[in-house]
């Protein structure tokens, strides 16, 4: 079983709404990510959070809003998206130690999600 | 257990010279090869390689797998000072959720 869960699996939105992506992870770790991944593209790294706090917003568009309220969760909050915000978003814990984003990262199985 | 290992862990050059970094890796349930560029900050993505032999090519930049012998290179020829990072690579396995294993990163250090 893996240590990082994600809910939803799928979710499809209309370009009004808002939802938001959970993220949970069972391994003890400090830090936390999100990553989007479009069609045969590589991995994407939108935020990253070491210990509760955000280290890292790869100039990705306000209206995507991460929450980190502890070391276990982590969400990812969606309001006005566009199509091409379509993608599978994959969500990743780490120890935490080094650099951010270095040490191995375990991933969730991620939400497909598709905006019309 | 699931490894990715880079060589050299540093290297100093001169502006002009040509580099060549590797990376190896032992791991089940491969996916894809990345090698990413940090410089104090989390790592800008360069490349994904997931078929052997097919060079990737950005500017001075280019790099190849070798899925049969388990290694890739990356290149950078015509250095420059700006070139100066640690250059890591990483390999993505797929384990349910998935996993992205990183090498110890190499180092460079480009002089005037």
């Known amino acids: 079983e893996t240590g990082v869960t994600q809910t939803p699996r799928h979710l499809v939105m209309g370009m009004t709404n808002k939802k938001s992506l959970k993220c949970e992870q069972h391994?003890?770790?400090?830090?936390m990510y999100w990553y989007k991944q479009s069609a045969k593209k590589p991995l994407e790294l939108m935020f990253v959070?070491?210990?509760?706090?955000?280290?890292e917003n790869n100039s990705v568009p306000s209206r995507f809003s991460p929450e980190c309220p502890n070391s276990s969760h982590l969400f990812l909050h969606l309001h006005t998206l566009q199509p091409e915000d379509s993608a599978l978003y994959l969500c990743?814990?780490?120890?935490?130690?080094?650099?951010?984003?270095?040490?191995?990262?375990?991933f969730g199985p991620g939400t497909r999600l598709t905006v019309l | 257990e699931d490894k990715v290992v880079q060589s050299p862990l540093s290297l100093v050059v001169h502006e002009g010279d040509t580099v060549t970094l590797n990376c190896s890796y032992e791991?089940?349930?491969?996916?894809?090869l990345l090698w990413y560029k940090q410089e104090k900050k989390a790592p800008t993505f360069l490349f994904m390689l997931?078929?052997?032999?097919i060079e990737k090519k950005s500017g001075r930049l280019s790099s190849i797998l070798d899925k049969k012998e388990l290694f890739s290179i990356l290149n950078i020829t015509a250095t420059q000072t700006g070139d100066s990072a640690v250059y890591l690579c990483?390999?993505?396995?797929?384990?349910?959720?998935?996993?992205?294993?990183f090498g110890q990163g190499t180092e460079l250090s480009v002089k005037p």
């Open positions: 791991v089940t349930n491969f996916r894809s």
């Open positions: 391994l003890g770790h400090n830090a």
């Open positions: 959070y070491n210990f509760k706090e955000q280290t």
């Open positions: 997931t078929s052997s032999g």
């Open positions: 990743a814990s780490s120890q935490g130690a080094g650099p951010p984003g270095t040490d191995t990262q375990y």
């Open positions: 990483a390999v993505e396995v797929l384990y349910q959720g998935g996993k992205l294993i």
